[in-house]
């Protein structure tokens, strides 16, 4: 069993999230097992990408300092917008601890 079976990349947060094609307790035990341990991987990474999208923002803001130009800054602050959420988006995968089920744990 692999556990791209169980996981997605997704572009917009740069790393890979669960997807499941039944309810979380219909997984056996050890395919439970499986899930757990690759997201406690996946999960270790997300402090590292909300610090490279928290040095984009920066980045951003140096430019719309700079930016004299007002259709330019509107485009700046919507990208940081968009990155601002995205960390907002990783942070609430990173607080997500799925544990295993009854069923599984039989």
């Known amino acids: 069993m692999k556990t791209t079976e169980f996981f997605s990349y997704n572009s917009r947060l740069g790393i890979h999230l669960p997807r ?33 999208i928290e040095m984009e923002i920066e980045r951003l803001q140096g430019e719309l300092a700079q930016e004299e130009s007002f259709e330019k800054s509107c485009m700046i602050n919507g990208e940081i917008s968009e990155r601002a959420s995205e960390i907002n988006d990783l942070w609430l995968w990173y607080r997500t601890n799925p544990e295993k089920t009854e069923r599984g744990m039989m």
């Open 20 to 52: 499941f094609s039944k309810d979380w307790p219909s997984y056996s035990s050890g395919e439970q097992e499986i899930v757990l341990l690759e997201w406690e991987r996946v999960r270790g990474t997300i402090p590292d990408r909300i610090q490279e």
